[in-house]
């Protein structure tokens, strides 16, 4: 899945906002990426645009972690 971030300045200070995306649409998270990246060269107040991503069926937790007990690793060999 996926997720872009980004932050609109009002007089008021900054709005965060969030848009999530299904695993299968990378390619619409990316273009809502390429789109406020644009406005904000287009000099619209716009900033801290990021696209972050997970595997929610990764085998274990993100960053440095230990495996779950009952993973074995295998080396395979030819």
Known sequence: MYMV???????TGLTPHAQSFPG????????????LRQRQLA???VSFVTLCSENPDSVGRAGVADPPPDYEWRKRRP
């Open 5 to 11: 971030y980004w932050s609109e300045a009002h007089d």
């Open 43 to 45: 000099g619209e107040p």
């Open 24 to 35: 299968d649409a990378m390619r619409d998270a990316l273009r809502l990426t390429e789109t």
